[in-house]
């Protein structure tokens, strides 16, 4: 019996479209002197960790007819050289041309037909650095435990053992065929006999059927959008048809300052990197002409882990619609406000969870998935502006081999009618912003990257 997809992993699939390629990428900047870490030897470890993760050596399979969701399978012509790729700056390379490649490299869909990962490894960084830049589907990195490749080659140790795991033996197994894929649909479906019926409906065409389940869906997202907003998100130059090409900036903040910042005024170190970030769109809003006034906002999507700052343990993790107050021109009055929203969010509710999403998407056939998050793609854009996420990192030098990581940015993708998302983590006592940006509706971006770490100045400056 082949595994198959989730709903919500084969939505992601269904929500990939030529301008909208849906993998998360990572910039890992390592320190290479002499060469420490060259193609052939991170070929290596990525081979040597590859027991670690399995499903990266496993590719998507459909299913005739889109009986089923589609299915996890061994790829029998995996080479582990295909995507692991080596690339190159003029030396010696600066952050500005780094982040054009990543930019490049992020707007390129991957090949559904192999397993859906890629790591480039960036040699020509001025200083003896390199860059490891990794793009991996979400369907891949399927729950908090998921262990994606970028972590995979990453030890606290420099010596640290390379394959810590049993010799791999690995043997892929044979892919199942057309008509075993359609036997296990069917059987499928017979384990689930309230299925059978929509199948025949959506074969034979039965429109109104179909129409009529998509509005009980559409009514369900209506409720909790009335539940998690009472108005659409404010219009705003971030929302616009975006194209396939891309521009990645970034930011950088100290972990101390943050906190001294949060000690100061209040609230929570992601309360001051949401306030940062707020502060920085007012301004860059005023310095495209836009109009702002004393209530303009901007509406973020921001998924926070729902337990306390202090507490260690993985835990729920919720996406929260919060207000940022660009109007505000007071920084301390807007982290104060941020910091009262985000303490009454969870206790009102107003937050999206995964089965929300989950079940726009994850009604049977599959056929219907890409109607459903389609929709939801285009629906989001009335919901939320941005997506503002924010991931803790370790707080410990990290190694890929005997290269030490200094600094490590994320990517996050756009979804359709979006025109920037944000990821932050924070690292070895550094928060990373990473900015990903439609490449003509906000050319600008790295004018917005300068004004977070303005803006995080000003923060800082007001707590001395």
Not at 196 to 211: C, I, K, M, N, S
């Amino acid at each position: 019996m082949v595994e198959r997809l989730t709903a919500l992993d084969a939505s992601f699939l269904y929500l990939e479209e030529p301008g909208t390629p849906m993998h998360v990428g990572a910039v890992l900047v390592l320190e290479c002197p002499s060469g420490t870490l060259d193609h052939d030897a991170l070929i290596e470890l990525v081979r040597a960790r590859l027991p670690l993760v399995p499903r990266y050596r496993q590719k998507v399979l459909e299913v005739p007819g889109h009986l089923a969701n589609p299915a996890w399978v061994d790829d029998p012509d995996f080479d582990v050289s295909y995507h692991v790729r080596r690339s190159a700056l003029p030396r010696p390379g600066t952050e500005e041309q780094l982040l054009d490649l990543v930019a490049r490299l992020t707007a390129r869909p991957l090949d559904l037909s192999r397993p859906l990962w890629e790591m480039y490894l960036v040699e020509g960084l001025a200083g003896d650095r390199s860059a490891v830049v990794t793009k991996t589907h979400p369907a891949l990195v399927d729950g908090l435990g998921a262990i994606d490749i970028g972590q995979v080659i990453l030890d606290p140790d420099p010596d640290a053992d390379p394959a810590p795991t049993a010799p791999d033996e690995w043997r892929p197994r044979r892919p199942p065929g057309s008509a075993a894929l359609v036997w296990e649909a069917v059987e499928d479906y017979l384990q689930r006999p309230s299925a059978v019926l929509e199948t025949a409906r959506t074969a034979a065409g039965d429109l109104r059927a179909t129409a009529t389940r998509w509005a009980g869906v559409a009514g369900g997202l209506v409720a909790a959008v009335a539940r998690t907003a009472v108005s659409p998100a404010p219009v705003s130059p971030l929302n616009a048809p975006i194209g396939r090409q891309r521009r990645v900036a970034v930011a950088r903040a100290s972990l101390d300052d943050l906190r001294t910042v949060r000690k100061t005024h209040g609230g929570t170190v992601n309360d001051v990197l949401l306030t940062s970030v707020t502060g920085a769109l007012r301004e860059w809003l005023l310095s495209r002409g836009e109009p702002v006034v004393g209530s303009t906002s901007i509406r973020a999507l921001v998924p926070v882990s729902v337990r306390a700052e202090e507490d260690g343990a993985a835990n729920e993790v919720r996406s929260f619609l919060v207000d940022l107050p660009v109007g505000e021109p007071n920084p301390r009055v807007r982290l104060a406000r941020i910091s009262f929203a985000m303490r009454g969010l969870a206790p009102s509710g107003q937050s999206v969870g995964a089965d929300t999403l989950s079940a726009l998407s994850g009604f049977a056939p599959p056929t219907l998935h890409a109607l459903g998050a389609r929709a939801a793609s285009g629906l989001s854009r009335r919901l939320f502006n941005l997506v503002v996420t924010n991931v803790p990192g370790p707080q410990v030098p990290l190694y890929a081999g005997p290269a030490r990581m200094v600094e490590v940015y994320p990517v996050v993708p756009l979804v359709r009618g979006q025109g920037l998302a944000i990821g932050l983590t924070s690292y070895d006592g550094t928060v990373y912003f990473g900015l990903n940006a439609d490449r003509d509706s906000v050319s600008d971006v790295d004018v917005l990257a300068d004004l977070i770490e303005q803006e995080i100045a000003y923060l800082l400056e007001a707590s001395s």
